[in-house]
């Protein structure tokens, strides 16, 4: 009878009473998963404990190996081996289980092992499961830790693929491998049957070499896609561009398609160019042997984890402003306890610079607070980070600038005006050297129309004051004497009008001079920063034609490494194709020699075959020609006797002649004839002597 069984039938193996499972999807189904090699039942206790459940697996009649008793015994030493839970097994046997196979001649070698809950690789990959970032490095750490501790003993799965890994989604996750049958190590047997992997999976080699594929480094390449998928399965682009089951097209595996380059671009984007680097080797290996070990895979995702930066996580996500916030780096600690401010929603103009503008938004606030030194490094961070000729490190630069100006203190020489010191703002110079002989030439320019002013002031001020002492500015007092009073008035007040106006002259040309010393300082200004900004170009110019010929060495050594490898696969690929046409010729030609050996041995045996029907027949009629010679020699001896009893000795004579005659022709055969050989001697002497008489015999 076929084992097909129900939801709730009982059935008991070694004592132990089991139900089939009831598929959760399916209530009225019993809970089974159909593979390549058979189906695998849920037999659940009768007590209902689902943690106590195990698997029944019923292997298809290909696969039905006696063989399987002896590797489930030696591969339970694995059981323990993280990962490994399904190696603890037991094998239904004729010897102790003849009842229930009679019962069901299907579970011939079937195998009972533990049940792994959880969901497969290939259910989160076919179902788009969204996963978060921490999410993906876990699962990725723990298949990496599964494969390294397999590996350190020597062992593979050699078919590794997302349905063969199971995890749950408990806190403390657990990972493990199902379908063991497979399973590569030292000590054990080579499969009867050999599985050329899982397409998706497999790589070249395992393709080409499916019966050489039992070997410790098989898991390798299978492994190395599996971690990339399970690391990028946070990117929503990764998701939507997988093919189906799995990530990549069995035909575009070790291809420079555009998955591939996807997958590497987004490893390198979320993970780091250590992680990028080690696909990128498992990828373009020829030989399972070049591939990283999990154990390389295992030391750099453990680094991702030990670092358990918020950045990385933040990063990972698809979010851009967390991505932006996740890489500002720390600022000093001077100023750890200053409230922090938000992004402000401006800064998303400047693109690549908004860490620029936050760290200025920063300084800016410490600067109104008064504390300026801290401003100050702020400020030169953030010109560090800003793009070089930018409005923003313009801006920037200003800023510094006007903080390492001094403090504006009363000149002495210009007795303690402060507008002698007036500072006309400028853009940092690059050196500090310039920047202090610009500000000395700019308060010359300054100082040189209030200290002429001045002197205008101090002459008018002496004139005045001679007219009212009575002198005149040319002559003395005695020559005014004369003058009336009135004519005095009116002399002083046009003197004093005439001060005012040498006065208001001297502010008019003070004001001037201010306004063509702060127009001469800005033409400077604006001189230097477009001397600034045009070098700036110009070496912006050229760091870009470097980049770009960079770009463009990399693209044709790129393309040149392509071309070189698909010049070798094209190599490998005629090389084999002329091992298959030479194949194909050698087997040709082996076969027609095998048909013309063949055919010349039927020849053979046929030549064989007419000759002993020959010799046979040859034989036979000797037999009868002797069995004819013995009655014809008798007939002779018979007749010799009756003529020599009737007196006729020459007739006699002549009969004993004729009897030799027969006898002669084999001799050897004849002596041993009992009729003839009694009879031969008598002839003999009838011949020798002509008087003998012949016995009648």
């Known amino acids: 009878m076929a084992f097909q069984p129900n939801p709730g039938d009982e059935i008991i193996i070694n004592g132990i009473t089991y139900c089939i499972g009831t598929h959760p999807a399916a209530p009225g189904m019993a809970y089974a998963q159909v593979g390549r090699q058979g189906a695998v039942y849920q037999l659940v206790p009768k007590s209902g404990d689902l943690s106590s459940a195990m698997a029944l697996k019923i292997f298809l009649p290909k696969f039905r190996i006696p063989s399987l008793v002896h590797q489930s015994e030696m591969m339970e030493r694995y059981a323990s081996v993280p990962g490994l839970r399904v190696c603890k097994r037991e094998v239904l046997t004729p010897e102790r289980n003849a009842e229930l196979i009679a019962q069901y001649p299907d579970l011939l070698y079937a195998v009972v092992m533990p049940w792994i809950h959880g969901y497969t690789w290939m259910d989160v990959i076919t179902t788009q499961q969204e996963l978060k970032a921490e999410e993906s490095l876990k699962l990725a750490t723990a298949l990496a830790g599964v494969g390294s501790a397999m590996e350190q003993r020597g062992a593979a799965h050699t078919d590794l693929s997302a349905p063969n890994i199971i995890f749950n989604g408990a806190e403390s996750l657990v990972l493990e ?178 860490k620029a503008a936050l760290l200025m938004e920063r300084a800016r606030q410490l600067e109104h607070a008064g504390r300026l030194d801290e401003a100050l490094q702020i400020y030169r961070e953030a010109h560090g980070q800003a793009v070089a000729g930018g409005s923003l490190a313009h801006e920037l630069a200003a800023a510094i600038a006007e903080l390492e100006e001094p403090t504006p203190e009363a000149d002495p020489e210009e007795g303690g005006n402060p507008a002698a010191s007036v500072v006309v703002p400028e853009i940092a110079a690059s050196s500090e050297g310039k920047t202090r002989s610009a500000r000395a030439e700019k308060r010359w320019f300054v100082r040189w129309p209030i200290l002429a002013a001045a002197a205008v002031l101090l002459l008018g001020a002496a004139a005045l004051l001679a007219v009212l002492n009575g002198e005149g500015i040319f002559g003395s007092k005695n020559s005014s004497s004369s003058k009336t009073a009135a004519t005095q008035k009116i002399e002083e007040e046009q003197q004093i009008e005439a001060n005012q106006k040498a006065a208001q002259a001297a502010a008019e040309a003070q004001a001037q001079a201010k306004a063509n010393a702060n127009a001469e300082a800005k033409a400077r200004a604006e001189a230097e920063a477009k001397t600034k900004t045009e070098a700036e170009e110009t070496k912006a110019k050229a760091d870009e034609q470097q980049r770009a010929l ?101 007739t006699a004579r002549s009969y004993a002649m004729q009897f030799l005659e027969v006898y002669d022709k084999d001799p050897k055969y004849y002596v041993k004839n009992a009729k003839v050989a009694k009879r031969v001697g008598h002839i003999y002497k009838l011949i020798q002597k002509s008087t003998y008489e012949l016995p009648n015999v």
């Open 177 to 354: 491998l199902v379908d063991v049958e497979q399973l590569y190590s030292p000590r054990l047997d080579p499969p009867e049957f050999s599985l050329s992997g899982s397409p998706g999976y497999a790589s070249y080699e395992h393709l080409r070499s499916a019966g050489n594929a039992w070997n410790p480094y098989a898991d390798r390449f299978a492994g190395a896609v599996i971690l990339a998928e399970m690391l990028c399965w946070c990117d929503r682009e990764i998701r939507e561009a997988a093919w189906g089951e799995s990530y990549f097209d069995s035909n575009e595996l070790q291809e420079q398609g555009s998955r591939y380059k996807l997958m590497l671009e987004k490893l390198e984007k979320l993970w780091g160019a250590q992680v990028a680097e080690l696909f990128r080797r498992a990828w373009n290996s020829l030989d399972a042997r070049n591939c990283p070990t999990f154990g390389e895979w295992l030391v750099v995702l453990k680094g991702l984890s030990a670092e358990g930066d918020k950045d990385q996580a933040e990063q990972l996500t698809d979010e851009p402003s967390s991505k932006i916030s996740s890489r500002l780096v720390a600022l000093p600690s001077t100023i750890e306890s200053f409230e922090q401010p938000e992004l402000p929603s401006n800064t998303a103009a400047y693109g690549k610079e908004a």
């Open 550 to 650: 960079a770009a463009q060495k990399l693209k044709e050594e790129q393309q040149a490494k392509q071309k070189a490898e698909l010049e070798e696969k094209y190599k490998r690929q005629v090389a084999y194709n002329n091992y298959l046409a030479w194949k194909k010729e050698r087997d040709e030609r082996l076969a027609k020699e095998k048909l013309a050996k063949e055919e010349a041995a039927r020849k053979q045996a046929l030549e064989r075959e007419l000759k002993e029907v020959e010799r046979k027949r040859k034989e036979k009629a000797l037999q009868k020609q002797r069995q004819e010679d013995v009655v014809l020699m008798i007939a002779y001896y018979n007749s010799a006797y009756n003529a020599q009893k009737t007196g006729s000795a020459d």
